[in-house]
């Protein structure tokens, strides 16, 4: 016959206490509303274009070239100022209306390119 133990106390006898799980099936049932909620206000540059056309006087000896431009454009480069601690304000769970809840998302991509434009 096997015995089923659900732990002893600290001198050695069957535990008659059971604890209850107050925080329920995602750890924030009972728990005040306040500990989970935070203003999610921010300020954050999203999208920085630099761009400079050169001079007609450079362009004068070929024919073909027209006119051109080139820039720099840069993506999720700062957030200067959030209140929601330890992830971006803008990501969430899904691509649906689940705005706020955050478990396991993937940061932000900062992206970095050039463009070169050209006409003809």
Request: net charge positive; hydrophobic share 35%.
């Amino acid at each position: 016959m096997q015995v089923v133990s659900f732990g002893v106390t600290a001198d050695g006898k069957p535990n008659a206490k059971r604890v209850e799980n107050t925080y329920g099936t995602y750890g924030y049932a009972y728990n005040p509303n306040a500990a989970f909620i935070y203003d999610a206000s921010y300020v954050k540059l999203r999208e920085l274009v630099l761009s400079y056309a050169l001079p007609q006087s450079w362009l004068t000896k070929t024919k073909i070239i027209k006119g051109a431009e080139l820039s720099i454009i840069g993506r999720n480069l700062w957030i200067i100022h959030k209140n929601l601690p330890y992830s971006d304000p803008e990501e969430n769970l899904s691509s649906g209306n689940i705005q706020g809840y955050q478990s396991g998302a993937y940061p932000t991509t900062r992206t970095i390119g050039a463009n070169l434009k050209l006409k003809f």
